[in-house]
């Protein structure tokens, strides 16, 4: 009679041990099932490329002097700046532009290297094209106003990492003014100026 | 001579003409029919939901393509599933370098995909060679060289997004297909291809090295001098050569 109860208790004691430890597996599950997936779904929603992403370059036809360095400082020298000496006002003429983005590493030497700043990074990536010849994009098409995934209507546009508040993993749902964890330099001045005084 | 456009030849720029004439009128071509329409949107519908890449990558892109099997930026969500095997696949996402020895099995691996098929060549390497489209003495510049390209997608390498938007692309091109032109898609005459003056020459491993007597039993000299005994009639003629060496 007693060992009979013995093991009823001992399979009791085992039950109960098992059930726990299958709970304690299935509570990070079920914390899991409460979780938002951190999916971006592209098309709608589109994360925002941060400050210096170099995406597409700008070309402002105006401000360039056809002084090639952009052509000497690139890996394939690809920029291909048509000028001409014009001997009536003894200054250089620029015909054309173009940059070829099938070719392009997107590495920056030459926006770095521009004197004149007239090559600078969009933050257009979606380049995909049927044709590889539309890459070669001409001055008009370089100069074009980039696309802006804050101004698509149909998009959401989502913060990356960095530019989230402090403790925050999840940019839906974000007020606009909450702002990223450090200062600006003019904050920076201005809290050391006031600590000065 | 009446031609069927039913326009003068004499007629002078000013007068009026009629552009579409009403002789063409609603085309009665079988394709335009509303139940194969439907039947096209359906079929090709079918096909762009699930369009199944060939898990393929050579070099750095391959690294953003991976990032698109994880869940941040997530491609089964538009149907991809990787497939390891060609035969499996229905796309292929060249993505990385190809060089001289890695063409002919890439073009192996794009001849073994079952027909219909596409292609999508990610990154600048792909496209025209890339950052070794000058100087290099291996790369193909660019995968068009040697197999039929879909979308093209620049970058170095592109982001995930930018390849999602491909995949876009690449479904709206297929929406546009119709059943009834399935067998004009033949492989020949749709990629540039040029006379060169290269010949043809014979394989260097042909494995006559590997199956040499040699390498699976030590030559007899050699047998003899380690001691193992060897009959008499494999015995070895210059015995006395041998001995003046050892």
């Known amino acids: 009679m007693l060992k009979f109860l013995k093991q009823v208790s001992d399979y009791a004691k085992q039950t109960v041990q098992s059930a726990r430890y299958i709970g304690q597996g299935l509570s990070v599950t079920f914390d899991h099932m409460g979780r938002r997936p951190i999916t971006v779904q592209y098309p709608y929603e589109k994360l925002i490329p941060s400050e210096r992403f170099r995406g597409r370059i700008h070309f402002e036809f105006d401000k360039c002097i056809s002084c090639e360095v952009c052509v000497r400082v690139c890996p394939v020298n690809l920029p291909v700046v048509d000028w001409e000496f014009d001997k009536v006002n003894r200054k250089k003429k620029l015909n054309h532009y173009s940059i070829d983005f099938g070719a392009c590493l997107f590495c920056g030497n030459c926006v770095e290297f521009c004197p004149t700043n007239c090559l600078s990074f969009t933050e257009e990536y979606e380049l995909g094209v049927y044709d590889r010849h539309e890459l070669n994009m001409d001055n008009v098409a370089l100069g074009r106003v980039p696309y802006k995934v804050t101004q698509d209507p149909m998009v959401q546009p989502l913060r990356e990492l960095v530019y989230l508040p402090k403790g925050v993993l999840n940019p839906h749902g974000l007020p606009p003014d909450a702002r990223r964890p450090g200062q600006l330099p003019d904050e920076i001045l201005l809290r050391s100026q006031t600590d000065d005084k | ?246």
């Open chain 2, 1 to 246: 001579m009446r031609n069927s456009n039913n326009i003068n030849p004499d007629d002078s720029f000013e007068k009026q003409r009629i552009i579409s004439p009403v002789e063409y009128g609603v085309t009665q071509q079988l394709s335009e029919n509303v139940i194969l329409t439907t039947l096209d949107d359906l079929y090709d519908w079918a096909r762009l939901s699930s369009l199944w890449p060939m898990l393929y990558g050579t070099a750095c892109c391959f690294i953003e393509l991976a990032g698109l099997i994880g869940s941040r930026f997530d491609f089964d969500r538009f149907g991809l599933i990787p497939r390891s095997s060609p035969r499996q696949a229905d796309v292929i996402i060249l993505a990385g370098t190809i060089t001289m020895k890695m063409a002919p099995v890439t073009l192996r691996l794009y001849e073994q995909m079952p027909e219909p098929k596409y292609v999508i060549a990610m990154g600048i390497c792909m496209i025209t060679g890339g950052p070794f489209c000058v100087d290099s003495p291996t790369a193909i510049r660019g995968a068009d060289k040697i197999l039929p390209v879909d979308v093209y997608i620049p970058g170095c390498p592109p982001r995930p997004e930018a390849l999602i938007d491909s995949i876009i692309k690449l479904r709206k091109k297929i929406s546009n297909e119709s059943m009834q032109e399935r067998d004009k898609i033949k492989q020949t005459h749709r990629y540039y291809s040029t006379k060169h003056n290269m010949k043809s020459v014979p394989p260097i491993l042909t494995g006559e090295y590997l199956k040499a007597a040699s390498r699976h039993q030590p030559p007899n000299e050699i047998t003899e001098a380690m001691g193992v005994p060897i009959p008499p009639a494999l015995k070895s003629k210059e015995k006395e050569k041998v001995t003046e060496i050892t």
